[in-house]
């Protein structure tokens, strides 16, 4: 059974950090090249960050680029955001997505709410 379990989601005040967690299993992980995208109320899905099967190539949304990192762990079936300097705009639910193209598998965490106010 394929799984992607989010975590590290919270209350954070503008300026602080959050780092999330998604633990994968039911696939081979190392295979996929993982995201993380975010949904805000009232606005569409978007893709934060993506990271390669092997991590060595990443791509960031304008908006967060320079404040958040996204990295794996592939002997964990861990994929990570660590985010600094947060504002406001970042509140969202964070969901992590697995996507392979070659294999046609597409896979989806429940996602973990982030909330930014002071």
């Known amino acids: 059974q394929v799984q992607l379990v989010e975590s590290g989601g919270g209350v954070v005040q503008p300026g602080g950090s959050l780092r999330l967690s998604c633990a994968a299993s039911?696939?081979?992980?190392?295979?996929?090249?993982m995201s993380w995208y975010r949904q805000a109320p009232g606005k569409e899905r978007e893709l934060v960050a993506r990271?390669?099967?092997?991590?060595?190539?990443?791509n960031y949304a304008d908006s967060v680029k320079g404040r958040f990192t996204i990295s794996r762990d592939n002997t964990k079936n861990t994929v990570y955001l660590q985010m600094n300097s947060l504002k406001p705009d970042d509140t969202a639910v964070y969901s992590c997505?697995?996507?392979?193209?070659?294999?046609?598998?597409?896979?989806w965490g429940q996602g973990t709410q982030v909330t930014v106010s002071s």
């Open positions: 997505n697995a996507f392979n193209s070659y294999l046609s598998q597409d896979y």
């Open positions: 990271i390669g099967s092997v991590g060595g190539s990443t």
């Open positions: 039911g696939f081979t992980f190392s295979r996929f090249p």
